[in-house]
């Protein structure tokens, strides 16, 4: 997606990974060009330039359908063990700080972990976005000899996409991001990007 959305005129995207709560500090050391999050940061004093979010996510708890769990309030992870995504504490406190201070909440960006993790029982809920969590339970079972067991999405916030901004250190460089973001949209390659990840083969 950001890739062909900066393609669009003409610049190229050369990846570059960290682990996720080093991301804001790369920009800020000047590092990297641009950054897919901020983690919650703002860095604009930083020289940010903020753009159009590309990926939207809908994080969700996820728990296994046979545990019966119910969640819809923060008091309702007691005594649960959770795995997220790393900095899922700082974004969302009211849900993750009683976990954290009981020692029952882990964090582990890799999401395939997270899944077989669920799946055989190491924790009771994972916080992931939902894509996400459908893609990985997806692929194991179509590179091994994984069966995901049944689960169960507990909404719990209403995200804000603003959140989930991308920035740039050049302010061109972000305004033709933009603008390549509103031809995928357009065109209907952004859906077709996502529809992507999750057809069965």
Do not use: C
Not at 13 to 20: I, K
């Amino acid at each position: 997606m950001i890739g062909e959305a900066l393609a669009y005129r003409g610049h190229r995207l050369v990846p570059r990974y960290f682990p996720l709560a080093r991301v804001p500090l790369a920009f800020r050391q000047g590092e990297v060009q641009a950054a897919m999050t901020d983690l919650g940061q703002d860095l604009s004093p930083q020289g940010a330039h903020y753009g159009e979010p590309a990926v939207l996510y809908r994080n969700v708890l996820v728990s296994l359908q046979g545990r019966r769990l119910q969640i819809e309030k923060p008091e309702d992870l007691q005594g649960l063990s959770i795995v997220a995504f790393q900095g899922a504490a700082k974004r969302y406190p009211e849900w993750l700080a009683a976990s954290e201070a009981a020692g029952l909440y882990f964090e582990q960006n890799n999401q395939e972990l997270q899944v077989l993790g669920l799946n055989k029982g190491r924790y009771d809920v994972v916080l992931s976005d939902q894509r996400i969590y459908q893609y990985f339970e997806q692929l194991l079972e179509r590179t091994s000899l994984f069966k995901a067991k049944a689960a169960v999405f507990h909404p719990f916030v209403e995200e804000d996409p603003q959140n989930y901004r991308p920035l740039f250190r050049s302010q061109q460089i972000r305004d033709d991001f933009n603008a390549g973001l509103r031809h995928l949209k357009a065109s209907g390659r952004y859906q077709a990007i996502y529809d992507s990840y999750l057809q069965q083969p």
